[in-house]
């Protein structure tokens, strides 16, 4: 049985935040027990294993906002005392089952929050973690009268068996529970992308209800463009939009940046890494990995050397101060930056750029005056940038309907 792999926590490793731990050896996760309880008051009891994750027994991954609320409730770990945001107790609450244990993966508890080493680690695995997950369990906080009749309405949908909404006129009450729904802060984190994009199933819940990702996308159809165009966004990732229970096609990361470039992060810099996990890098030639070490700037500058097929060394100190503002003139990037690259660049793969990146540069006749500067390749850079300008000047003399190259 699968579950014969799991170790318990009873060889002492090192003492983190009060609790025994085990250190988890190279390609394991920790997982958390979550311990019935008969009533909501009665207090949450857990227990944390360590398992390898492609060997792991069945299990959920919690995904929640972490709230800018500091306050801390207290749960038991092992039988020891260990505190936990009140967003994170909440959650652990509504999941807790009445008779029989839950076995979750959440963040907080299952990653050592003092071990930046193994944080890295973990962010690297995040996507695996969730797309082998039996489900990801969305917590959106607790509930209101509104949000209530609301997640009830969308349950007669999932009870009566249709995919649809049915017709008729909507109660107020329970328009508004959608709008409430769907403005939650779990929609706008830029953490939760990659959750709902790997996911093989995903269940929301809001307060003490839940419903399906299938279910919840069909409030869309009710809203009629009122939702955040971020939450829509969100939707759009979620099983039951794009697909059912089949992988999900990564993207450019050109695209991701584009789309989510307003998802919130406290640290600038996961507005980037947080979207790594959804990245397709068989486009590139660099692989973007998540290293708190480098600065906003040299984050920028990895970016740019991943978009434009060649190497970091050769990008110029990006005019931005911020990655928000980065993001914000990616459409196009800076011909500036662009000519020092085309100047400098020994190993850029410009075929490359100019097939993948035509919405994010712009060929003028600039460029082909710093191509004609690098003195490694720029005979060959100047060649390739004159038929593509020729095949531009041809396009644009295409009938209505045909499709230009850039």
Known sequence: MRIASVKTLVFPIRNWLGIVVYDP???????????PGSNQDEPIECELSSCELDNAPPYEALSYFWGTNQNTRVISLHGSTFRVREDLYNALRRLRQL????????????????????????ISQLGDICAKAESVAVYLGEA???TDQAMDYLMQIKEGGT????????DDLILEGFQDIL???????AWILQDAFNARAAV???GSKAVCSKTMIHVSELLLGKIDPLSQQVL?????????????SKFQLYDLLQRFQHAKATDQRDKIYALLGMVDFGYSKSVILPDYSMSQKDLMRAVIANLCFCESSSVPEPPYDTIKEFLANLDPIDNEILKKI??????IDLSSLLRHGSRYIRIERSLVEAASRNKTKGDEMVGILLRAIGQEKSASLTPPGASPVF
Do not use: K
């Open 204 to 206: 929301l819940h809001c």
């Open 99 to 122: 008779q029989t244990s839950r076995i979750l993966w959440v963040d907080f508890i299952c990653i050592d929050q003092s071990n930046q080493a193994e944080i890295y680690n973990q």
């Open 342 to 347: 085309f100047e400098t660049s020994l190993d």
């Open 144 to 146: 209101t009268t509104a």
């Open 183 to 189: 403005s939650r802060p779990w929609f706008q984190r």
């Open 25 to 35: 050896e190279e390609g394991q996760i920790r997982l958390l027990t979550l311990r």
């Open 236 to 248: 759009n990732l979620m099983p039951g939009f794009r697909r059912d229970d089949q992988a999900a």
């Open 163 to 170: 995919s649809q909404i049915p017709p008729g006129s909507v």
